[in-house]
């Protein structure tokens, strides 16, 4: 699939952690209001990114009408945010929390309304702080892809990256903190 995106010459592989979750089990992220993967968003992706061997993730997200974007397919931006869901998710595979840095698409073909988006992806290497990452959309050939994705994550503390924010957070109460 064409693409513009390059990556650094400087990258180097990384490792997975000994700790990380098992191949099969579900990656569990942080809070269950997330709209990218948490059960009790009102209105979300739902998705559960799955550890594979050594630095791979999947997932599968099917296709709503909520998500329509052009008659009968679905949104490119919405497709935009599973990707981001699930390279983000995969950088846990370090044990190393990260925010997107900057996201590309290419997008191949339309993806219809009622169809299962077939997610593989995986950590390419790093630099300093910084995780590449990459993941590829199907459809149920993955000699066919639909889109694919490359990710740059950037490790944070999580404390200090969300100090300022966290008394806005919503809870499935729907009640904020402090509200
Ligand atoms: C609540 C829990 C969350 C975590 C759970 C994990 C799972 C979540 C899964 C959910 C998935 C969804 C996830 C979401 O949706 S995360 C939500 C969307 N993302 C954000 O909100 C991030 C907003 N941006 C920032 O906060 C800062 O800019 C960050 C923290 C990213 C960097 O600011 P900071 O001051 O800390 O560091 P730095 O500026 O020295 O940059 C560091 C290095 O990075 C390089 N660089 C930076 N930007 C770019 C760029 N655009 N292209 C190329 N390179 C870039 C930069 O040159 C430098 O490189 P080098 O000098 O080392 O060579």
């Known amino acids: 699939m064409k693409t513009s995106f390059v990556l650094p010459a400087d990258i180097e592989p990384l490792s997975r952690d000994p700790k990380a979750t098992s191949p099969g ?83 191949a073909k339309p993806i219809p309304l009622g169809s299962t988006v077939q997610f593989t992806g995986e950590i390419l290497g790093g630099v300093r702080r910084k995780v590449y990452t990459r993941a590829v959309a199907h459809l149920g050939d993955p000699q066919e892809p639909v889109a694919a994705a490359h990710g740059l994550f950037i490790a944070i503390d999580l404390e200090k990256h969300f100090a300022g924010y966290r008394d806005r957070a919503v809870h499935p109460s729907g009640h904020q903190n402090g509200a």
């Not at 099917?62 to 679905?74: L, N, R």
Request: aromatic share 4%.
């Open 25 to 107: 089990r579900r990656i569990n992220l942080h809070h269950s209001m997330c709209f990218g993967c948490g059960a009790d968003a009102p209105v979300g992706l739902r998705i559960d990114v799955i550890a594979g061997e050594g630095l791979t993730v999947s997932a599968s997200m099917k296709v709503e009408d909520w998500m329509q974007g052009g008659p009968g397919v679905i949104h490119g931006g919405l497709l935009s945010t599973a990707f981001d869901e699930v390279m983000g998710t995969s950088p846990l595979l370090l044990r190393m929390p990260v925010v997107t840095g900057h996201l590309e698409i290419d997008y």
